[in-house]
């Protein structure tokens, strides 16, 4: 008699675990190709910030905004009244050109036929065409151009110091030079490194372009006189006074066209500006201590 054991069910077969993880040959390429691309690919990553270390990047500053300068008042050209030279060819058209007169007198001579009607036609005229006064170039409308001042006109810079050596140092900070001219010299005599004890002299023959401002302050007129002398320069009969840079007359500018822009104002309205040295972080920095504009006329 047979027996049956209750916990096995009929038909079932036992599960072969070994034939179900087996792995193939395809299974195993596909792996070393899945690999292989990878660590391709983390090569050319590598190398790629590797490249990326060795490039210089050229950084391009930012171009400096340049402030333009109002434009000055125009003038009118000269006319002949105020010409200081001896009369030209332009003033001799009394004697080159025939009157109105001898212009009639040969047409009477070549028509006699005529003459009645050239005698009504006389209108008592006793010169040529063109006008007798020689004017000059004033006119009852005023310059032309922008209406506004120049720097020289409209600028006033004050350099207070408690020294001449801290003048110096105040004076070399804003690489501001001191420029000797006039007196019979032909040429412009400079001066900088003024805090040192033998300051750097040179000369040009012409400007060189830079914007001149006289020194307002007393003692500012004597100090400069003096480092004039300190570098070996003339200055007895001749006229001492500040050569600035570029970069620091845009700076002024900018200043000054902040200030105006503050108050509402333009340009052609600012009438002085009053700038001053004042101490800034062991430095030396302009501020803007007044500021006075045009007075508008009511129409």
């Not at 209406?147 to 110091?161: E, F, H, L, P």
Request: proline content about 5%; glycine content about 10%; aromatic content about 10%.
């Amino acid at each position: 008699m047979s027996t049956v054991n209750p916990l096995e069910l009929p038909g079932r077969r036992p599960v072969r675990y070994k034939d179900m993880i087996k792995i193939t040959s395809f299974e195993k390429v596909t792996s070393f190709l899945f690999a292989l691309n990878f660590l391709i690919g983390m090569f050319f990553v590598a190398m790629f910030f590797m490249w990326l270390g060795t490039v210089q990047i050229v950084r391009i500053e930012p171009v400096p905004i340049v402030m333009v300068e109002p434009k000055p008042p125009g003038d009118n050209p000269k006319g002949y009244e105020e010409d200081v030279e001896a009369p030209g060819l332009e003033e001799s058209q009394d004697f080159t050109e025939p009157r109105i007169e001898e212009t009639f007198l040969a047409v009477t001579d070549a028509v006699t036929a005529t003459s009645g009607a050239l005698v009504a036609m006389n209108t008592g005229a006793t010169s040529s065409s063109h006008g007798s006064g020689l004017g000059d170039r004033r006119s009852p409308g005023g310059t032309g151009g922008g209406g506004g001042k120049d720097y020289s006109d409209r600028w006033k810079i004050n350099i207070t110091a408690r020294n001449i050596d801290s003048f110096a140092r105040i004076l070399d900070q804003f690489n501001i030079e001191c420029v000797v001219f006039g007196g019979g010299v032909s040429t412009f005599d400079y001066a900088k490194n003024l805090s040192d004890t033998a300051p750097t002299k040179y000369s040009l023959e012409k400007s060189d372009g830079r914007s001149v401002y006289n020194p307002s302050e007393e003692n500012a007129i004597v100090w400069t006189k003096e480092l004039c002398e300190k570098a070996g320069i003339r200055t007895a009969g001749r006229f001492p006074t500040h050569a600035y840079p570029v970069e620091l007359n845009a700076i002024l500018t900018k200043l000054e066209f902040d200030k105006a822009q503050a108050a509402g104002k333009t340009m052609d309205e600012v009438r002085r500006t009053t700038f001053e040295v004042r101490g800034a972080g062991g430095g030396f920095q302009f501020v803007i201590t007044n500021q006075e504009y045009q007075v508008a006329i009511r129409r």
